[in-house]
T-cell receptor, first 115, second 117 residues
């Protein structure tokens, strides 16, 4: 069975601090995809990244970076120099290549950035 | 980029009435669309998967007679909440899955907030 665990329910940091959101996944598939989405208070999901299981290179996009480690089945997300606008709920998700590429969602981590 | 719209963005209805939510892929064809429900402070829960031209596949625990899904074309899927009750109040999100040329990416609509009074 596939599963995504985001153990951090809520994280609160002061602006400009770095923060890492954890994501641990379980799957028996050899080919799979991992995602991060941001959900601000408006509710609309914002796609952040998609990573396939064969690409373990870390990714950096501005203040955002992702650390994919198959050995520990983790796909962690770090925000550097956090800003108030980063406050949102962040979801990690997993999909295989069958079942219509159905997404398996983590519970989400609510990130609060205090000014 | 690929855009998915939902209409309405919010709706308030009285208990016992039916509400229809539309999900459209505006600039691509989607053979598969997903419907999710999200309660406050919770994750997304998949309700059903619909493939164009065929019956939707509902997740366990989702009443197919209550949540009617129609996927009549490659760009439109509708979710009808029949005989709505206050417990159906939730945030409903659709997503449309593109084909091979777009790497089977899923694109999400902005969501519909349903309040049943």
């Amino acid at each position: 069975a596939q599963k995504v665990t985001q153990a951090q329910t809520e994280i609160s940091v002061v602006e400009k601090e770095d923060v890492t959101l954890d994501c641990v996944y379980e799957t028996r598939d050899t080919t799979y995809y991992l995602f991060w989405y941001k959900q601000p208070p408006s509710g609309e999901l914002v796609f952040l990244i998609r990573r396939n299981s064969f690409d373990e290179q870390n990714e950096i996009s501005g203040r955002y970076s992702w650390n994919f480690q198959k050995s520990t089945s983790s796909f962690n997300f770090t925000i550097t120099a956090s800003q108030v606008v980063d406050s949102a709920v962040y979801f990690c998700a997993l999909s295989g290549t069958d079942s219509n590429y159905q997404l398996i969602w983590g519970a989400g981590t609510k990130l609060i950035i205090k000014p | 980029g690929a855009v998915v719209s939902q209409h309405p963005s919010w709706v308030i209805c009285k208990s016992g009435t039916s509400v229809k939510i539309e999900c459209r892929s505006l600039d691509f064809q989607a053979t598969t669309m997903f419907w999710y429900r999200q309660f406050p402070k919770q994750s997304l829960m998949l309700m059903a998967t619909s493939n164009e031209g065929s019956k939707a596949t509902y997740e366990q625990g989702v009443e197919k007679d209550k949540f009617l899904i129609n996927h009549a074309s490659l760009t439109l899927s509708t979710l009808t909440v029949t005989s709505a009750h206050p417990e159906d109040s939730s945030f409903y999100i659709c997503s449309a899955r593109a084909g091979l040329a777009m790497r089977y990416e899923q694109y999400f609509g902005p969501g519909t907030r349903l309040t049943v009074t």
